[in-house]
């Protein structure tokens, strides 16, 4: 029983540390992006081009939990925790998401590896909630100027 426990947090462990490097790595990758980008931003067509990465940066974000929700979905299926691929992928979901419709659960020997990657995506939600605050809050795009046609 310590030992499934042990195989159980020792995994858990693996995977917070490989979502968080992922996310980080995701987000580095935004900011490149956005780095590259950062002329068109500046230009007449501002707004237009601040609009753009807008929403070039939500559907990034969502790419990078869908990535770290499918590595969860991915080793539930390795471990045989779910009858098969399409449910591990529905409750890596619905776990990371926080959302626990509770009508499919990991087998009993990997249920804390599912509890540990609903507290690891509400945390890694949240990073990227305030990484897309930051985002366009930098863009002014929210500031009175832009509202009343001033450039930035």
Do not use: C
Request: glycine residues 10%.
């Amino acid at each position: 029983m310590h030992a499934q426990l042990a195989a159980q947090l020792l995994l858990a462990t693996g995977m917070v540390g490989a979502t968080v490097l992922v996310h980080l790595a995701g987000l580095g990758a935004l900011i490149v992006l956005m780095r590259f980008h950062g002329e068109r931003l500046q230009t007449s067509k501002a707004v237009f081009n601040q609009l753009v990465a807008i929403i070039g940066v939500a559907f990034g974000l969502f790419a990078l939990h869908t990535l770290e929700i499918w590595i969860y979905a991915l080793v539930y299926d390795l471990l045989r925790a779910t009858p098969d691929f399409e449910s591990a992928l529905y409750f890596s979901t619905v776990t990371y998401a926080t959302i626990g419709y509770g009508d499919l659960t990991l087998t009993k020997p990997w249920r804390i590896l599912g509890a540990i990657e609903g507290a690891n995506g509400i945390l890694l939600m949240g990073w990227s909630t305030a990484f897309f605050v930051s985002v366009v809050a930098r863009m002014r795009t929210v500031e009175h100027d832009w509202l009343r046609g001033e450039e930035p």
